[in-house]
């Protein structure tokens, strides 16, 4: 007949008690560092998604220009055309750039800080255009993506004289 020892009493629940304990918060973690991670990986897509339409909407306002480059909007100095392009909800502003020192409401610190040029300029040495016939006007075009994302770009357009 074998003795039995008092003080081991329950030493074997304890013990699968802790470890399973343990492997529960191994789980628990892994399960949690998984959603965090997934979360990160989505929130990269729609930012990157946002980034590309954004900047595809820009892409669309200069190829399509004749849709905002009206003789109103070109005569007038304060014109702005606002629009968005089809099956995007990206909203485009287009603004003339001017030679005046005031701010334009819209624009970015940076873009506001820009060295001054005049709106009309001749055309850039060796683009093709003469001097005498043509003349370029300066352009500032501000896509506005739905969750807020702003891209600027400064686009200049040649017109016969």
Known sequence: MQKKDKNNKGF???????????????GISAATLSY???KII??????????????AAINYAIANSVQWLTDEFINS????????????SVKLEIRHITNSKKKIKG?????NNLPVQSHTA???PDSG?????????RYAITATSANG??????????FAK
């Open 77 to 88: 100095e304060d014109a702005k055309a606002v629009f968005t392009p089809p099956n995007s």
């Open 42 to 55: 989505r929130n990269k897509q729609e930012g990157l998604k946002d980034f590309y339409d954004t900047e």
């Open 107 to 111: 624009l970015s610190k940076t873009a």
């Open 129 to 137: 255009f003469g001097i005498k016939d043509f003349e370029v006007k």
């Open 12 to 26: 074997i629940l304890i013990t699968c008690l802790m470890i399973t304990a343990l492997l529960m918060l191994i």
């Open 149 to 158: 994302l702003k891209i600027q770009v400064g686009v200049w357009k040649v």
């Open 122 to 124: 001749p055309p850039p």
């Open 36 to 38: 965090t991670q997934s």
